[in-house]
């Protein structure tokens, strides 16, 4: 989701949208084709030859490479930013141990890191929200705190009409309260 940055971060008398402004919603996806559709993206942004990714084909020096885009379609909850972002962080990872295409030991250190963004944005009560909006229709969540916490990344709607529910993003279930039957 696109939201006009004061959506987000800005005071909340700010409100949610002023004149003018509108969101951009691009809802994460999972599945067979959202896995097509992020290694699509993968391969443009790395200027790799098409189909490089899919499959496991291996490409010279990167033989485990294509199970850590496996991985980072799953930690990013179906969000190509979240994908791509952890995919870079990887790579810093990587970088740092002087390796050319990094690890799934570098995943995992790039998904803590998000984990831990996430986590640093939560205000008082969300955790709360959180674990009780997971798998309703979200109409008991004040619209600024869904705003904020959609904008975010950490929770979004999937579904359409009368058939919604709320998704939390997989980093952030973690934190969640373990008695919660629905996260």
């Known amino acids: 989701m696109t939201a006009p940055w004061h959506s987000i ?3 909340p008398e700010d409100g949610v949208l002023r004149p003018g402004e509108q969101w951009m919603i691009l809802q994460p ?23 490089s990714l899919e499959g496991g084909t291996a490409f010279p020096g990167a033989a485990e490479f294509p199970p850590v885009v496996e991985e980072a379609v799953a930690l990013s909850g179906g969000n190509p930013r979240f994908f791509l972002q952890l ?17 799934r030991e570098d995943l995992a250190l790039a998904a803590d890191d998000l984990s831990s963004d996430f986590r640093r944005s939560l205000r008082p009560g969300d955790v709360q929200a959180l674990a009780e909006v997971q798998g309703t229709d979200g109409l008991q969540m004040p619209l600024d705190r869904k705003v904020r916490l959609s904008g975010r990344g950490l929770v979004y709607e999937q579904g359409s009409g009368n058939r919604i529910q709320m998704v939390l993003h997989p980093l952030v279930r973690p934190f969640l309260p373990a008695a919660n039957p629905r996260a």
């Open 9 to 11: 971060y800005g005071r």
């Open 87 to 103: 995919l870079a962080d990887a790579a810093n990872y990587a970088q740092r141990q002087e390796r050319e295409w990094p690890l």
């Open 29 to 51: 996806s999972s599945g067979e084709s959202a896995r097509h559709f992020m290694k699509k993206i993968l391969e443009k942004r790395l200027k790799l030859p098409e189909g």
